[in-house]
């Protein structure tokens, strides 16, 4: 029986080639089993491809074909979805919760769930979505306020205007307003007390969007 993680990645090709025809990304598998490295990637396309459920492609980069389903999904994603059942039926779901974000200085990036956050259904119905604590001041003037949890729809493509979680660097995260001029990237807080940071256009990375705000009253 193959591990939750290759499970999840074996299904997530197979989607994404069934959609697009392409194979995707390793920053998208990345996302879509939650790993930080692209050597874990690796890993799990050669146990898939040893146990004959993935094949290489010569010639092609990235290139990858499904050969075969499991028939038997891991234990651990049968109780994933029990447990969504169980949510949806109370009318709420869990998402990851990764941990605290800067909303005044950018923080280490945080990228492995601590722990789950209830929230309702409706709020995360469509797409890939996690929450975040705010820790900071640099964005009051739109109502988010320090210890605020913020539900994030994953993306990595954004508006100008949009409220992103914008990755710096490849290890600093923070939430910012986003606006993009030609080669350069600004990320601009919504607190006169703080002034924009201008950043060349890959040194930042989009890595969801603001879609929902939860405010818990001590």
Not at 6 to 30: A, H, R, W
Request: hydrophobic residues 40%; contains cysteine.
């Amino acid at each position: 029986m193959l591990t939750q993680k290759q499970y999840k990645l074996l299904m997530f090709i197979n989607k994404v080639l069934k959609e697009t025809g392409c194979c995707p990304s390793f920053d998208e598998m990345k996302d879509a089993v939650g790993l930080k490295s692209k050597s874990g990637i690796h890993a799990l396309i050669e146990a898939l491809v040893e146990r004959n459920f993935l094949k290489k492609l010569p010639h092609k980069a990235r290139a990858l074909e499904v050969v075969r389903l499991p028939k038997l999904k891991p234990s651990s994603i049968l109780e994933e979805e029990r447990k969504k059942e169980e949510a949806l039926h109370n009318g709420m779901v869990e998402i990851p919760l990764y941990g605290k974000i800067a909303a005044g200085t950018p923080i280490e990036a945080i990228a492995n769930p601590t722990e789950n956050f209830s929230v309702p259904y409706d709020m995360v119905a469509k797409g890939q979505y996690y929450a975040l604590t705010i820790e900071g001041d640099s964005m009051t003037e739109i109502g988010i306020m320090d210890g605020d949890t913020v539900i994030i729809k994953k993306a990595d493509t954004a508006n100008n205007g949009d409220i992103v979680v914008a990755l710096v660097d490849e290890n600093e995260a923070t939430l910012k307003e986003i606006k993009k001029e030609g080669e350069k990237v600004w990320l601009i807080p919504k607190n006169s007390l703080y002034q924009p940071r201008c950043f060349a256009a890959g040194r930042v990375r989009v890595q969801g969007i603001l879609s929902g705000l939860i405010r818990t009253y001590h």
